[in-house]
């Protein structure tokens, strides 16, 4: 390209001036997230409820009836992802794995607002968050909402029309997420009501003079892009209804007959899910509240709202910790940034290593010994019972040394502190405090993702799919590949609702049927049924295989033995065990004599 106003080359774009040492780490942030969420995504079979979601969009693709969708925005996005890609388990749940790895972006925005290393520090703890990896392996609009949600509040804080109309489409799909989106308005509507007086009058009154100005434009935006995508561009004209169906099921959540989870289920996944933010979030709360520092303050309001909505919410979802985690990451990142920058001096760095060793070695010890006692008091739970003679001091030694590691930790860094360098003391605690429950964090999230993604002691899932669906499916194949010569082409009846995870799995089976009861009058190739009916009335003779299909656990009235081993090692105790509910599938007798005979 020629500059002709000087008869000289034009200089070249200068991408080593774009990709800064701080895009880079975003960028290092972006593809942390996006390789925890995308992992071994597509490897575990979809739960009722993803199901559903997933369902509506592949049989509006094939011209089935199928149910609403929770989400449209969801099934907005996901429409185009099987059209272009197919369906499969990883697509279902692909769209807001993105929006999860994009959520780790949007500190970016608000920098003026955190600080630079603030913002950075927020960016890596959504990056790793344990709730946020789950809620992104999840087929569920949530996370579409809040990264929409999110997006338009940096642009409404953006001077400019095109910010403003840009702000109005953010809003427009975070509108066509459904029910998530009134949860996140109706906090966002009442952190303004408390501060917005007192701290954002001017702002807000500004924010409304410009919205005046371009009403009807923006307004016409909005309109526009809550039509287009819930309808998919107008050719799912039952998306509107969707979209209403969900607000009346949000308002039904209020209900005292309201069906959601334990309100303990919450605030036990953020102890043992996420002690990083819960910790350094609370930290940052007070840091805010004694500093007078007004953004801090409104995101700690934010914070404190979204933990009452929970309690006080009939209809409670496990994914609902997602308004927690985010300003919590804010507060937590900021809190850190802090006493890292104020605490940083070059010449006291190997004082603080060395600080950080010692209490990295202390805390080590200090962890295998709970550890250790935890399975004691697993195998033996009698070492918990006081027996004369000190009995029960000298069977939790390992608790006490435990205990004794963690008051010398704190002996130590006073020592440091009095007899070196205070500010070295408290950046090495800093420090070493991040890295441990960072540790935890990312092992909690990795255990909820990758090891036990199926099992209900995991929280995230009550009633979790068992990956015996995938063997059920492997097996229906090779069955139906023996029987007419094509994975997919056997006859199957199935007793199940037509919507579930098992109908999920058998998409692609096109001459599978759901019944809801079995009968002499089925005489199909293969049949499935619930393990209950051991011997149903089939119209011919059937040799069966049992399967698991959902796993459950009830929890209540654990003891403290039970509570410290499920903590360290997520295990359900031998007193109240992890239960299955099967399913068995059943072949034709002459079918299976038929696979039997290949060689």
């Not at 405090?433 to 199926?454: I, S």
Request: aromatic letters at 10%.
């Amino acid at each position: 390209m020629t500059d002709l106003s000087v008869g000289r080359p034009a200089p070249a774009v200068q991408w080593r001036s774009l990709i800064t040492i701080e895009v880079a780490l975003y960028l290092a942030c972006f593809a942390l997230a996006a390789g925890l969420r995308c992992l071994n995504l597509g490897l575990h079979p979809l739960n009722d409820a993803e199901a559903r979601e997933a369902l509506s969009v592949l049989r509006f693709l094939r011209g089935q009836p199928a149910d609403l969708p929770a989400s449209p925005a969801y099934f907005f996005f996901t429409y185009f992802e099987f059209l272009l890609l197919g369906a499969d388990t990883f697509g279902a749940r692909f769209i807001p794995a993105l929006a999860g790895s994009l959520l780790a972006l949007t500190p970016w925005f608000f920098r003026d607002l955190l600080g630079r290393s603030a913002a950075l520090a927020t960016s890596a703890l959504l990056a790793i968050s344990s709730g946020l990896i789950a809620a992104s392996r999840t087929s569920d609009g949530t996370l579409l909402t809040l990264l929409a949600l999110l997006i338009g509040l940096a642009l409404l804080r953006r001077e400019g029309r095109s910010a403003l109309f840009g702000a109005a489409v953010a809003l427009g799909f975070a509108i066509s997420g459904g029910a998530a989106f009134f949860t996140g308005a109706l906090l966002l509507a009442l952190t303004t009501v408390l501060f917005a007086r007192a701290y954002a009058g001017e702002a807000l009154q500004r924010l409304v003079a410009r919205v005046r100005a371009e009403a009807w434009p923006v307004l016409g935006a909005l309109a526009l892009t809550i039509l287009v995508v819930s309808t998919v561009g107008v050719i799912y004209r039952a998306g509107l209804g969707a979209l209403g169906n969900s607000a009346v099921s949000w308002l039904q959540g209020f209900g005292l007959n309201a069906e959601g989870r334990s309100v303990f289920v919450i605030p036990v996944f953020l102890i043992a899910y996420e002690p990083l933010l819960l910790i350094f979030g609370l930290l940052g709360a007070v840091r805010a509240f004694l500093r007078h520092n007004t953004a801090g303050q409104i995101v700690a309001a934010f914070a404190l709202l979204a933990f009452m909505f929970v309690v006080a919410y009939s209809g409670r979802e496990i994914v609902d910790v997602v308004w927690l985690i985010v300003p919590l990451a804010a507060l937590a990142g900021t809190t850190f940034a802090e006493l890292l920058e104020a605490n940083f001096t070059r010449d006291e760095w190997p004082l603080t290593g060395a600080l950080v060793a010692v209490l990295v070695i202390i805390l080590g010890f200090a962890s295998i010994k709970m550890l250790q006692f935890g399975e004691a008091v697993r195998l033996n739970p009698a070492l918990l019972q006081s027996v004369p003679g000190g009995g029960l001091i000298a069977n939790a030694a390992g608790l006490i040394l435990a205990v004794l590691a963690l008051a010398v930790a704190v002996l130590v860094v006073y020592l440091f502190a009095a007899g070196w360098s205070a500010r070295a003391a408290r950046l090495g605690a800093t420090l070493t405090a991040a890295a441990v429950l960072g540790l935890v964090t990312l092992g909690a999230g990795w255990g909820l993702a990758q090891v036990r993604p199926t099992e209900p002691v995991e929280l995230w899932w009550p009633r979790p799919a068992s990956d015996g669906v995938n063997r059920l499916v492997t097996t229906l194949r090779h069955v139906s590949d023996m029987a007419v010569g094509n994975e997919h082409e056997i006859d199957v009846t199935v007793q199940a609702g037509p919507d579930g995870a098992l109908a999920w799995a058998l998409r692609d089976f096109r001459k599978a049927t759901f019944v809801s009861d079995s009968s002499a009058f089925i005489t199909s190739r293969a049949v499935i049924t619930p393990l209950e009916q051991n011997n149903p009335e089939l119209g011919q003779a059937y040799a069966g295989q049992a399967f698991d299909l959902y796993h459950y656990w009830f929890p209540e009235n654990l003891f403290f033995s039970e509570q410290l081993d499920w903590l360290a090692f997520r295990r359900a105790p031998a007193a109240s065990p992890v239960q299955s509910e099967r399913i068995i599938l059943w072949v034709r007798q002459d079918v299976q004599q038929l696979n039997s005979a290949q060689p």
